[in-house]
């Protein structure tokens, strides 16, 4: 098989921003842009394309959420207006001028709930010039919120992960000459 190469560098820095969050997110998204450039398009491809970008949205929040409800309460889940009041909060909490319009978008294409599944018995529905704004506007806004949510917060956290990386070192150069002190590593037989 050959490797996918993305055609648009919007995408492509989306993408390499969300392997920053782990492979969860990044696979479903890069799998998505795949579906979408595809020269023959599957019937189903825009039920597939949704349902992916919805997998990728949840994980998304769900980093985001995380991080900003250390400093922030959020709403319980299932309270009423949960969504937008957390995305007002989360746009907020990224520094985003509420004048920027960036919870609007989030809100109108941060879900994909109703367009991933299907209706009923009627067909698939089409990769319309609807559906390819959607995910475009999609594209964009993890373009600005991505960059945002790492500088803010992601980098927070690579001095912990530094200091633990130093401390597994350290950790391992203690274990030398103990026999079995030392834990296994990837590849050891």
């Not at 890069?30 to 979408?36: E, G, I, P, S, Y």
């Not at 990386?165 to 990837?186: F, K, M, N, V």
Request: a negative charge; one cysteine or more.
């Amino acid at each position: 098989m050959n490797p996918f190469r993305f055609d648009d560098a919007r995408q492509e820095r989306v993408y390499r921003q969300l392997l920053q969050m782990g492979p969860g997110p990044s696979v479903l998204y890069k799998d998505a842009c795949v579906l979408r450039t595809q020269a023959a398009p599957l019937e189903s491809t825009s039920h597939l394309v949704n349902h992916l970008l919805r997998e990728a949205n949840s994980g998304i929040r769900a980093v985001i959420e995380a991080a900003v409800s250390v400093r922030t309460q959020l709403p319980e889940k299932g309270s009423p207006d949960r969504n937008a009041t957390v995305i007002g909060i989360l746009a907020r909490e990224l520094r985003f001028d509420p004048e920027s319009g960036v919870g609007a978008l989030w809100l109108r294409v941060g879900s994909f709930h109703d367009v991933a599944h299907r209706d009923n018995l009627a067909p698939p529905r089409p990769v319309d010039t609807e559906a390819k704004q959607t995910w475009a506007d999609y594209d964009t806004l993890l373009d600005a919120i991505l960059p945002r949510f790492i500088e803010r917060f992601a980098a927070a956290f690579y001095p912990l992960m530094t200091e633990l990386a130093g401390a597994r070192a350290s950790y391992l150069g203690r274990c030398e000459g103990i026999p079995g002190a030392r834990p296994a590593e990837p590849g050891d037989a």
